[in-house]
């Protein structure tokens, strides 16, 4: 069993700053790839970030020049710095780890964290 538990979601205001945590646990023998996802209401999930286990990294073209994802392996953990925070960025934001148990490969979410941005 994996789990993926997110951190650092809140309010704030407009060109305001919040990181993200995430934090997987389980039997896990490695993480390929993690991301952050989000889902405003009355959207689809979109992907925001996403970082290879190498430190590879793409962005969803909304976030570019203001979110930043990066990642401790040793600690199975992946954070998400956003700046210049605008209200179209509030959702739910969730963590995606793809993870090699004794099952394989497979995708886990955590519970999701809210982000609002007021103006």
């Known amino acids: 069993q994996v789990q993926l538990v997110e951190s650092g979601g809140g309010l704030v205001q407009a060109g305001g700053s919040l990181r993200l945590s995430c934090a997987a646990s389980g039997m896990i023998f490695s993480i390929n790839t993690m991301a952050w996802y989000r889902q405003a209401p009355g959207k689809q999930r979109e992907l925001v970030a996403a970082t290879t286990s190498s430190g590879n990294t793409n962005y969803a073209d909304s976030v570019k020049g203001r979110f930043t994802i990066s990642r401790d392996n040793a600690k199975n953990t992946v954070f998400l710095q956003m700046n210049s925070l605008k209200l179209e960025d509030t959702a739910v934001y969730y963590c995606?780890?793809?993870?090699?148990?004794?099952?394989?490969?497979?995708?886990?979410w955590g519970q999701g964290t809210q982000v609002t941005v007021s103006s």
């Open positions: 995606n780890a793809e993870a090699l148990t004794e099952w394989g490969f497979r995708n886990y």
